[in-house]
């Protein structure tokens, strides 16, 4: 069974997704472990800012800690190995260290339509 742990680096609450603006890579991290442990992975968040034991408890966070600062932060670990610092993963990079075929997201993303252009229909530009 796979085991993936997240430190994150200090964070408003547990997953980041909190506050008036919230980082669209944050909203969508925290729904790929959602979907990563509808699958059945077993993943636990670490925030620096709740739970600095985690990051001092843990002999290869704490090394890198030690080593880079918190530049390497995120950092995430499969099975206690480094698969990932630094910036978080996506969807299918996560499904592959899993062992699982990535699936797309149920959440939509944004588009912003503009109202002017020339992408009309029958313009010919699209």
């Not at 919230?22 to 699958?39: G, H, I, K, N, S």
């Not at 480094?82 to 075929?101: I, T």
């Amino acid at each position: 069974m796979v085991t993936i742990q997240v430190f994150d680096p200090a964070l408003c609450c547990s997953t980041g997704v909190c506050g008036v603006e919230v980082d669209q890579q944050l909203v969508t991290f925290a729904a790929d472990v959602d979907w990563l442990t509808a699958q059945g992975v077993s993943v636990t968040r670490h925030n620096l800012a709740q739970e600095p034991q985690a990051f001092v408890t843990n002999d290869v966070v704490h090394d890198l800690l030690q080593r880079e600062g918190d530049t390497c932060l995120p950092l995430v670990l499969v099975n206690d190995e480094v698969v990932g610092r630094g910036a978080y993963p996506r969807r299918d990079e996560l499904a592959r260290v899993a062992g699982l075929k990535p699936a797309a997201s149920r959440t939509k993303p944004l588009i912003r339509l503009s109202s002017g252009g020339c992408c009309t229909p029958g313009s010919g530009c699209c």
